[in-house]
């Protein structure tokens, strides 16, 4: 045995990481200060969903989802103009995405359908709460509060899935 073929024994061998697919989803909000958001989950989704720290809790099945609140940001009617396909964002939605202070980023590992179902329920009682509008982080596309109510859990996946088919090429 060689010493080139000694040190290759000896290498460690690589595990290949599978990436868990998180999905995050972009819901600016009416709310006017960051107490105003616990509350209004609270309330408009009586023993469904809270939320303390950095967690909204799903008190029927215990899923734990991230959601960071963040101030506004000038740029972010600009990231809603700019969103693709059918669900373009109307100048009067444009205009509530301006005057929002605040904005929710709601992320969850979505490894099955029964997962992507979960994180869209816990986006409608973000909407239902306040939120304006969706945008799903992981693409270029964004709701209305209306469609968003109308979306199935198989587009949603569809949307989901093409995007990840682009990040793979």
Same mark, same amino acid.
Do not use: Q
């Given at each position: 045995?060689?010493?080139?073929?000694?040190?290759?024994?000896?290498?460690?061998?690589?595990?290949?990481?599978?990436?868990?697919?998180?999905?995050?989803?972009?819901?600016?909000?009416?709310?006017?200060?960051?107490?105003?958001?616990?509350? +209004?989950?609270?309330?408009?989704?009586?023993?469904?969903?809270?939320?303390?720290?950095?967690?909204?809790?799903?008190?029927?099945?215990?899923?734990?989802?991230?959601?960071?609140?963040?101030?506004f940001d000038s740029n972010l009617k600009e990231l809603f103009k700019r969103?693709?396909?059918?669900?373009?964002?109307?100048d009067a939605i444009l205009c509530e995405i301006e005057n929002t202070n605040?904005?929710?980023?709601? #992320?969850?590992?979505?490894?099955?359908?029964?997962?992507?179902?979960?994180?869209?329920? +816990?986006?409608? +009682?973000?909407?239902? #709460?306040?939120?304006?509008?969706?945008k799903i982080e992981n693409t270029n596309i964004a709701f209305t509060k209306?469609?968003?109510?109308?979306? #199935?859990?198989?587009?949603?996946?569809?949307?989901?899935?093409?995007?990840?088919?682009?990040?793979?090429?």
């Amino acid at each position: 045995m060689n010493i080139k073929t000694m040190f290759h024994f000896f290498k460690k061998k690589k595990k290949p990481i599978l990436e868990t697919p998180i999905t995050t989803f972009c819901i600016p909000g009416i709310w006017k200060e960051r107490n105003e958001i616990v509350t +209004a989950i609270a309330e408009n989704n009586l023993n469904e969903y809270i939320f303390a720290g950095f967690v909204l809790l799903n008190l029927k099945n215990n899923n734990a989802f991230t959601l960071e609140i963040c101030e506004f940001d000038s740029n972010l009617k600009e990231l809603f103009k700019r969103v693709e396909g059918n669900n373009r964002i109307s100048d009067a939605i444009l205009c509530e995405i301006e005057n929002t202070n605040f904005v929710a980023y709601l #992320s969850f590992e979505t490894k099955t359908e029964e997962d992507i179902k979960e994180i869209a329920l +816990a986006a409608n +009682a973000i909407l239902k #709460s306040g939120g304006v509008v969706v945008k799903i982080e992981n693409t270029n596309i964004a709701f209305t509060k209306e469609d968003w109510f109308e979306l #199935s859990t198989e587009k949603l996946r569809a949307f989901l899935f093409e995007e990840n088919l682009k990040d793979t090429n």
